[in-house]
């Protein structure tokens, strides 16, 4: 394995990669919760592509792809936003959007995703809205993030954990 993370800009190739790997992220979180028709419709609706070159564009927002040689197996979304969980509320915070293809979620791909968000983030703390199933949590719990509370992912109202890593 040739395991590497590169910051990602809005170009054609870019925008194609982040597009089939955030459908891919969409149908796993998704996948046998809710009905097909309006899964995929929800879907279409959410990778239309002016969209997604304005938020790359977006000087808030950084995206991060994890390759193994030349195969995307997952990224980062990292944003700086105001809405953040109550704790963090006097600090400077990142959100972060973490996805790893099922199969794929390893030691090794999860840390080099994660390493390359904390190059431009180490000074910032930062949270994470995880499913309440993602086989993500363990990962983030041992890289230093807690659990901040529970909530709800929209559109579709599944139940998810917020978790938070403070920066002392």
């Not at 969209?51 to 030349?70: C, H, M, S």
């Not at 963090?88 to 794929?104: H, N, P, Q």
């Not at 599944?158 to 002392?168: D, E, Y």
Request: aromatic share 10%; proline share 3%; hydrophobic share 40%.
């Amino acid at each position: 394995m040739n395991i590497i993370s590169k910051f990602t800009v809005g170009s054609e190739e870019g925008i194609d990669r982040f597009l089939v790997l955030k459908q891919a992220h969409l149908n796993e979180i998704y996948d046998n919760l809710i009905d097909p028709l309006t899964l995929n419709t929800y879907i279409e609706n959410e990778l239309d592509r002016r969209t997604a070159i304005n938020d790359l564009n977006d000087l808030r927002t950084q995206l991060i792809i994890v390759f193994d040689d030349e195969e995307a197996l997952g990224y980062a979304m990292i944003r700086n936003t105001f809405n953040q969980p109550t704790v963090l509320e006097d600090k400077r915070a990142v959100c972060l959007s973490f996805f790893i293809l099922s199969g794929y979620n390893t030691q090794e791909i999860c840390l080099s995703l994660w390493h390359k968000c904390l190059s431009v983030t180490k000074n910032y703390s930062h949270w994470v809205e995880l499913p309440a199933n993602s086989a993500l949590i363990p990962f983030f719990e041992n890289v230093g993030f807690t659990l901040a509370g529970q909530s709800k992912l929209k559109p579709f109202n599944l139940s998810s954990q917020i978790m938070i890593r403070q920066n002392n």
